[in-house]
């Protein structure tokens, strides 16, 4: 098999773009901006979610579903959401076609089928999902009320790629209602350490917690939390954010709740989400000229074994044996593929399963049977070493947690190398320049100071680190006092 992935210090963009379709995860569809995404691919996103959905329901959520599409009067009624997201909007104004008198065969809009308001397609689902919460919260008995949905919203992008920026994307959106400001807070950080936990623990990447600047917060929140992560391009990813929405949906849609007291106040509210942007996350974390490199914890196939045969007699008796050896992996719910296809050669199989990042390889041929041993391939080192198959089974299930960790570890050590402190605007632009990465610099606060850096360098404020070291500084750009560095990168 033929990967011919181009280099990704030749083309980083080219590389990802390439893997994405070659390894079968997502291709583009007949609609502009929008993404097929295949069956190997969805079994990713399928792993993400069932975990995600864990993490949800046991720090107390419940699933809903909400509509597609909002009334343009109701997504109007939160002023800086509806400012935000107008740009990006896709509006229905007609509920029904016709045949073209003119042009026989073809549909045309029937004039007389005008809607008698526009609807939204979500962009979001604040303004359908608070609406609703006025009918479901009368009392702080009501509350907290702490709902997730799984869904699509569609945003109307102009430049897309495959995963990091589609017209339509998969996501889950977390909203929640909470009786006081402390409460919601508290929501809002949890969340951003769910998704902190999820990011390192399952898709083995580091990532720096904080907080949006002003100018860079969801619209219509009073703070946004973040994880911001490091691709091997030195390119930042924002890979999940969390936001403190105050009162001002519960304002804007007049959600109110009798307090212990029986005096009316307003609640006090959460949204939070990620998207199927991970999965464009995972593979520029990981991956390599070779292709995918999954970590165990979230591949759909964590061992694939590729038998070694020139007869049917020969398959018949590797067959035996590796059939055991599937039922024991299964037992560990290590999830296993017998790749016994008499149409590909072993080649073949072999840089397939590379090029798709499953974590281990196993060959096993006639040899093999004789001497009692096994080839086990590792995909993120491409090593492989003989073992026995009194311990083979053990020895993959303690492998696949090296993996892990050493995929983790790797990409922490990228991002540590990759954080650099400068102290003047030189120092900054010859940073992202020749090493990329996040660069650690002072700010004096002001969104116009911001906005002017990011116009010089395309570099934005990824984020004010929760952890950061109050200290005094100057501003990099306008020398004035700053009370602490700030995150800058470039990013996707």
């Keep these: 098999m033929s990967k011919n992935l181009t280099k990704r210090e030749e083309d980083y963009s080219k590389w990802y773009n390439e893997l994405v379709v070659k390894a079968d995860l997502a291709e583009n569809s007949g609609v502009r901006g929008c993404m097929v995404i295949k069956p190997y691919g969805y079994a990713i996103w399928e792993k993400m979610q069932a975990e995600l959905d864990r993490m949800f329901k046991e720090t107390g959520h419940s699933n809903a579903y909400f509509p597609l599409f909002v009334p343009k009067s109701m997504f109007e009624a939160e002023e800086k959401n509806a400012e935000g997201f107008a740009k990006e909007c896709a509006i229905v104004t007609h509920y029904r076609l016709k045949n073209d008198p003119d042009k026989p065969g073809k549909l045309m809009v029937d004039p007389n089928a005008k809607l008698e308001e526009e609807l939204i397609v979500r962009p979001t689902s ?20 702490l709902i997730n949905q799984w869904a699509n919203v569609v945003r109307w992008e102009m430049r897309t790629r495959l995963f990091l920026r589609t017209a339509e994307f998969l996501w889950q959106e977390g909203h929640t209602a909470h009786a006081t400001k402390v409460e ?16 390192e623990n399952f898709m083995a990447i580091p990532v720096v917690r904080g907080l949006k ?13 973040c ?4 691709m091997q391009d030195g390119k930042a990813l924002q890979a999940g954010t969390s936001h403190f929405l105050g009162q ?11 307090n212990a007291e029986g005096k009316q106040e307003y609640v006090w509210g959460t949204s939070w989400g990620v998207s199927t942007r991970l999965m464009g996350a995972l593979v520029m974390t990981h991956s390599d000229d070779n292709g995918l490199v999954l970590p165990p914890n979230l591949a759909p196939i964590q061992v694939v074994i590729v038998p070694i045969f020139k007869t049917d007699e020969e398959l018949e008796k590797i067959s035996e044996v590796v059939e055991g050896l599937v039922s024991r992996f299964k037992k560990l719910k290590i999830s296993v593929k017998f790749d016994n296809r008499t149409t590909q050669k072993p080649g073949f199989k072999f840089a397939e399963w590379e090029l798709k990042g499953v974590p ?58 990759h954080i650099t402190e400068v102290n003047n605007f030189d120092e900054f632009k010859d940073i992202l320049e020749n090493k990329a990465g996040f660069v650690s610099a002072h700010w004096d606060g002001t969104p116009e100071t911001e906005e002017k850096i990011k116009d010089l360098t395309k570099a934005t404020i990824r984020c004010i680190p929760l952890d950061r070291v109050e200290e005094e500084g100057k501003c990099i750009l306008t020398g004035t006092k700053s009370v602490g560095r700030v995150l800058f990168a470039k990013a996707y």
């Design 360 to 417: 281990v390889r196993i060959a096993v041929g006639p040899k093999d049977i004789e001497n009692g041993t096994f080839e086990v391939a590792r995909r993120d080192t491409l090593s492989k070493e003989l073992i026995s198959k009194e311990v083979i089974v053990e020895h993959i299930y303690d492998l696949l947690e090296t993996i892990q960790n050493d995929l983790f570890n790797k990409a922490l050590n990228y991002r540590d190398t």
């Design 213 to 225: 600047t002003e100018t860079e917060r969801f619209a219509g929140a009073e703070e946004t939390y």
């Design 184 to 199: 919601a807070i508290e929501e809002s950080e949890k969340m951003m350490n769910v998704y902190a936990d999820f990011v």
């Design 248 to 258: 001002n949906f519960a304002k804007a849609f007049d959600v109110k709740f009798a």
């Design 227 to 230: 994880i911001e992560a490091l």
């Design 126 to 145: 604040e303004a359908i999902i608070w609406s609703t919460y006025k009918n479901w919260v009368q009392s702080y008995r009501d509350l907290p009320l």
